[in-house]
């Protein structure tokens, strides 16, 4: 399996949320970009909060990691903040310096600097984790891979954007559904805002409802040889690992297909942009959409499982104007199982998610969990803003909280 390097699968990152109103228009994906007031020049580091809520008695480690958005360079930083690059790497890849930030004790705070990055900040309970450097740049860790040196590490992430235009910090399982914790920012009003938050019972009420799923999702809880659950995997590497049978949103997207051959599906991507509309049909088993004009502007084969849950493959979303958002509507319609029910895409309600049998199960299950039913379950949830992010153009303080384990 390759290594999981900074940015694998080409899957959206907050650098893309922190320059989306570049493209001229509010796509319906996620609130509107609003830029610092000029008056209000974001600084070089803001504070960022650590509270562990946690209840677990082992030490915690952080990590601030990413691309130093000053340089361009991919490295980490200090709990000053203070911007270190990594060394050159190798092949086969070599350790990588201890980027290591002593954490709180459990009920305890500690606050350190957040530099402008794009970037994630990892903790991990008991161990520090691994990472390497190959000639391409930093080894994330993949842990949907069993020889990887941090599969028995209990940790988790969260991925920011911190520019001249604010932060941008979100609570992510696109990849994982782990160690709980909720993220905030403090705004130049004085207020604050926070996501990512579980109900109480939350942490174990995802985990039993996938391992009481049939049809191989509860494959994708994994735990430590002493019955201590690590992680439950998202189903994207659920079919990389075969936990997950290939075919397992097959009768779904037939049916999608068969209906869409005699009936049209309408895309509306543009929040700000209500006319701007396209129509799909599916003819010749691929799937063309056009504008108001009638011209085909694009088309999409019959997806499988893994371009759905990975929004990529044969569901590609390149950074334009017509294929990219009609894809990610797409994407978040095959995952919420929304197709068949509403043929004017996307929902702006989530009262009609995961109804149907054949759906995304891991995203059902953390998404019900939510104190406000918001997540990143998979990496276009932000479509119809159902997202777990916060954002400020001027930042005061960001914080994230290590939440318990129940």
Known sequence: MAPATLGRRGRRTLVTIATAAVLGATLAVGAPVTAAPAQAAVPATIPLDLTNQSGRGEAVYVYVIGTDLASGRQGYADANGVFHPWPAGGNPPTPAPDASIPGPAAGQSKTIQLPKFSGRVYFSYGQKLQFRLTTGGLVQPAVQNASDPNRNILFNWTEYTLNDSGLWINSTQVDM????????????????????????????????ALRGQQGGWSNLVQTRSDGTVLRVLAPLYGLETGALPRNVMDDYVNRVWQKYSSETLTVTPFTDQPNNKFYGRVSGNVMN??????????????????????????????????????????????????????????????????????????????????????????????????????????????????????
């Open 289 to 406: 959409f056009t504008n108001g004009s009638g011209a085909v502007v694009t088309s999409f084969q019959k997806p499988d499982a893994d371009s759905i849950f990975g929004c990529h493959k044969l569901l590609d979303a390149p950074n334009d104007q017509v294929r990219g958002p009609i894809s990610r509507t797409l994407c978040a319609g095959f995952n919420r199982s929304t197709l068949l029910t509403n043929p004017n895409q996307p929902d702006s309600s989530s009262a009609g998610f995961y109804r149907d049998g054949v759906t995304n199960h891991y995203a059902r299950a953390i998404h019900s969990q939510m104190a406000d039913g918001k997540a990143y379950a998979f990496a276009f949830d932000d479509v119809g803003n159902h997202e777990s992010l916060v954002h400020d153009g001027n930042p005061q303080r960001a914080s994230i909280t290590l939440d318990p384990f129940s």
């Open 177 to 208: 559904f782990s160690a709980p914790y909720s993220v905030g920012v403090r705004r130049g009003d004085g207020g604050t805002a926070t996501i990512g938050k579980l109900k109480a019972g939350g942490y174990n009420g995802v985990i039993n």
